[in-house]
């Protein structure tokens, strides 16, 4: 095994267009660099964006397949209903549109490499199909029942966690195994400190180039607030940014103050956005729906306390125009509640505006006790759990059991930003 230097990294960094020195990321390379010639599959962790594309093409450029093929397929960007057709191709006749025998990427790419990105996204029948590609290599096309033969190395990648994924039965477990022989991890735009910097000046450079546009020079300040900012977008966020700088202020030299302009508000988003990349509209509606579940539960025992307070004629009114008046959503039973989450239309019956908008019951004193409505109740929870927490978002979303998307929303309604 050829001995993997300063120098053989720097030539592997030039070939494939890699910038940057940080220690996480010189560290992920010299791995690819040691498992290349060894024929295992690989697993490539990372973050969207961070620049997983370039360690699949170092092996197979490092290994005795690079003078086969290399396919990169997204696993992510295929139907579900086409994805085993393209992997492992049909036969004629197979489905409706078969017209003809297809060969799939395993066959096209025989004695080579092929690169699966996104494979936490793949269906988990075509998993099964994989499983046996990579325990002895076999596999059968699409409606045909002769078994063919593959010799075929395969590296994978994806954003997700693997072991959660696992966990909630979305991805098999021996395969993630088979996959994992080895791990590589890529480092996120965030963790690797002057790269960043040396970055955008490649970015400032090639837009300059390309474009014909005049100089612009970045400050100090300007650069340590790049490296300051969180960059959930990583790599691809960061050349967005800055061929926006290159192409507005050009000729100029650009401070923090002007850079800041180009990027999102506060820090705070950013997390935000990265911690929830896919949003889950019934999710959400159905945390809102437990919180209003619960607050029925409180208005029930407000009711039981006021028939209990006497037969005055002023109670009496009162209590029977809270019952009379209370929202349709809170005399649910619990069973009609879960059905309406689970109705085809159940998004036209409980949008989440209207869910956050039960205040049919107004305020009233009754002997001196008041019945607060539900939005002074929702309000008041928020903001005694916001304080209990010392004002930390992610905490009271977690205790209030709601996304911090809805608590973020809830926040702004209630105005209580402060």
């Known amino acids: 095994m050829a001995t993997i230097n300063d120098n053989t990294i720097r030539a592997i960094k030039q070939r494939f267009g890699i910038v940057g020195e940080s220690p996480a990321l010189i560290a992920a390379i010299r791995r ?32 005795p397949r690079k003078h086969k093929k290399y396919i990169a397929v997204n696993c992510g960007a295929i139907p579900e209903g086409t994805i085993d057709s393209e992997l492992f191709g049909h036969v004629k006749g197979s489905f409706t549109g078969a017209i003809a025998d297809h060969k799939g990427y395993f066959e ?44 075929i190395r395969i590296v994978a990648a994806t954003n997700k966690d693997m072991l959660q994924a696992v966990k ?49 020079t970045l400050t100090d300040d300007a650069q340590r607030l790049l ?6 977008g990583n790599v691809r966020q960061l050349k967005s940014v800055i061929e926006q700088v290159a ?38 509606r159905e945390q809102l729906f437990t919180l209003i579940l619960s607050m029925r539960a409180e208005i029930e025992g407000l009711k039981k306390r006021l028939d209990g307070m006497g037969s005055g004629s002023h ?14 959503l809170l005399n649910m039973s619990d069973d009609n509640a879960a ?11 409980h949008q989440p505006q209207e869910l956050g908008r039960v205040d049919e019951v107004a305020t009233m004193d009754v002997e001196g006790e008041t019945v607060k409505t539900l939005d002074e109740t929702e309000r008041e929870t ?24 809805t608590l973020y929303r809830k926040i702004k309604q209630y105005n209580l930003e402060r």
């Open 32 to 63: 690819a660099m040691l498992v290349a010639p060894i024929d295992l599959s690989v697993l490539i962790i990372g973050e969207s964006g961070s620049g997983k594309e370039s360690f699949p093409k170092i092996i197979h450029e490092s290994s």
């Open 382 to 405: 928020i903001e005694s759990a916001l304080r209990r927490n010392n004002g930390r978002r992610k905490v009271t979303a977690q205790e209030l059991n709601i996304s911090e998307r």
């Open 315 to 328: 109670v009496s009114s009162t209590v029977h125009e809270l019952k009379r008046d209370s929202n349709p």
């Open 227 to 232: 490296k300051a900012y969180h960059w959930p």
């Open 168 to 216: 909630d039965g979305k991805f098999r477990e021996d395969l993630y195994y088979r996959l994992s022989t080895v791990q590589i991890n890529v480092p996120p735009l965030r963790d690797r400190g002057d790269d960043i910097v040396l970055l955008s000046r490649l970015f400032l450079r090639n837009f300059i180039n390309e474009n014909r546009t005049s100089e612009v």
């Open 108 to 151: 096209e790419a025989d004695g080579g490499v092929i690169f699966l990105d996104e494979v936490a996204e793949m269906p988990m029948s075509t998993q099964a199909r994989l499983l046996r590609v990579l325990e002895n290599g076999e596999y059968l096309r699409v409606g045909d029942s002769t078994v063919r033969k593959t010799n």
């Open 247 to 284: 192409l507005f202020e050009s000729g100029n030299s650009v401070d923090a103050a002007t850079l800041r302009q180009y990027m999102p508000s506060n820090r705070e988003t950013a997390l935000t956005v990265q911690s929830q990349p896919n949003f889950d509209y019934n999710a959400e």
């Open 339 to 349: 059905m309406s989450l689970d109705s085809p239309y159940s998004h036209m019956q």
